[in-house]
């Protein structure tokens, strides 16, 4: 584990930018963008709710002096994956409202986003087993219907895998 804690927004901003290094498409740019945005809107709209009691008086006091941002600002990585829970429901994973590109792009980054907490060692992998299997799984059961569609306009007449 690594002994510094970076803020989450030090660590997001590093992985967005990072995504968006060599992408000259513009709409893929955008889509990037906008999970970017929808991710940073979650944490600030749900995340709070996983925090231990202790967080809470902390970012109380940071939204007190500061509010928009106050989350990414004072938590950490660790509070980044449990935060990402809610970001895999609705309404920030929402089929009836988002493009299924969009949807994509989003399970895509969020897994890309999950490797990088764990392979950076800013997580401890162990520790945060149960957390990240549940994660996966959600991520393979949003992007399973996903898939499929994607595969039937390539293969019209193909059955869905289960």
Request: aromatic residues 6%; proline residues 6%; hydrophobic residues 40%.
């Amino acid at each position: 584990m690594n002994t510094t804690q970076p803020h989450i927004d030090e660590i997001l901003r590093a992985f967005f930018e990072h995504e968006l290094e060599g992408r000259r498409g513009p709409v893929t740019r955008q889509r990037i963008t906008r999970v970017y945005q929808r991710l940073l809107d979650c944490l600030e709209t749900d995340a709070e709710t996983i925090l231990v009691a202790d967080d809470r008086v902390v970012l109380a006091a940071e939204r007190e002096l500061q509010p928009d941002g106050a989350f990414v600002r004072t938590m950490h990585a660790e509070d980044l994956l449990f935060g990402l829970e809610s970001f895999l429901r609705e309404p920030w994973l929402d089929p009836s409202r988002q493009e299924r590109q969009d949807q994509r792009v989003q399970l895509r980054l969020t897994s890309g986003l999950i490797r990088l907490l764990v392979s950076a060692r800013l997580i401890d992998g162990d520790r945060c087993a149960c957390p990240l299997a549940e994660l996966q799984s959600r991520i393979n059961d949003a992007s399973r219907p996903l898939y499929a569609r994607l595969m039937q306009q390539v293969i019209p007449g193909l059955e869905p895998w289960r």
